[in-house]
């Protein structure tokens, strides 16, 4: 009779690493715990903290000043814009690498990534070169009477170059697992590009999508460098949250400061609930948004 070729398990196998040193995994994890408290939590304590720390009076005369509903208003409309092209930037970029093949792949995805790998200031600083009074393209913008840097379409730019790997970047992996094999079924039923998109592809990817806008967003509001340079720090005009929490700052109002940083800390802590939020009803329903 042949030798069973099952094995023991072995002492290291899976039984092993159940039975980890516990000491080494409570140490971990305490210093997890204290990192994440000491770098996170505790900031943010503080800056609500100061924020309320003069009252209700100075934190609401502060929060409703006109330069700040000016900022306020600026950041919503500029992270509009961007999560809105880079929704349908995402979408196409990730549908054009998942589901076609041409030359060139390999430069696309390279370049989807580039503001990962490229400073926000170097950023800004881009679009001062091309846009700006010296720029290439300054002739072309006075003969059709635009203006980009120091305004709005500026903002608008530098936001949308700082995120717009996110969508994209998110989707192309569970586009790839997903595979066509539904898409072309569908496809021979005779169904068109858009019954396709939204009738097979877009229940599959929803979560992934709504996630990756969320981390878009939270991006977005939170922008700084490349926004400061194109920017001009026009109080009132150019100045979006984060600018207009810095001026009051440099200026030594640091109690206005720290009750408008109050408004961008909410507004991060609304955005991770619903950032986990859409991952529990991903997992609940069995879709991987990540």
């Not at 490229?118 to 070169?129: D, K, N």
């Not at 992934?208 to 700084?224: H, W």
Request: hydrophobic share 50%; net charge positive; glycine share 6%.
């Amino acid at each position: 009779m042949a030798k069973s070729r099952t094995q023991a398990p072995s002492k290291h196998g899976r039984r092993g690493y159940r039975q980890e040193n516990p000491y080494l995994r409570r140490l971990l994890i305490i210093l997890s715990l204290l990192f994440t408290i000491l770098m996170l939590v505790l900031p943010l304590v503080i800056v609500i903290y100061q924020a309320f720390g003069t009252g209700w009076d100075r934190f609401w005369a502060a929060v409703t000043n006109t330069f700040t509903l000016k900022a306020l208003y600026l950041t919503i409309l500029t992270g509009s814009f961007a999560v809105i092209f880079n929704t349908l930037f995402g979408l196409t970029a990730a549908w054009a690498l998942t589901r076609y093949s041409f030359r060139g792949q390999g430069i696309l995805i390279t370049l989807i990534d580039l503001p990962f790998a490229i400073s926000p200031i170097i950023a800004g600083l881009i679009f001062i070169l091309t846009y700006g009074r010296l720029g290439w393209a300054k002739p072309i913008l006075d003969e059709f009477n635009l203006k980009i840097v120091f305004a709005t379409p500026g903002l608008v730019l530098a936001t949308i170059f700082v995120t717009l790997p996110f969508v994209a970047r998110e989707l192309i992996p569970v586009l790839t697992a997903r595979g066509t094999d539904e898409e072309q079924a569908a496809v021979l039923m005779g169904a068109g590009f858009f019954r396709v998109f939204f009738k097979v592809t877009l229940p599959h990817i929803r979560w992934a999508l709504i996630y990756s806008v969320i981390l878009c967003t939270a991006r977005a509001m939170g922008e700084f460098g490349a926004v400061s340079v194109v920017s001009g720090h026009l109080r009132g005009k150019t100045n979006t949250l984060p600018l207009h929490i810095e001026i009051l700052y440099n200026e030594h109002h640091y109690n206005e400061a720290f009750a408008v940083s109050a408004i961008l800390v909410v507004t991060s802590i609304v955005i991770l609930t619903a950032r986990s939020v859409v991952e529990y009803l991903s997992r609940r329903e069995g879709d991987d948004v990540r």
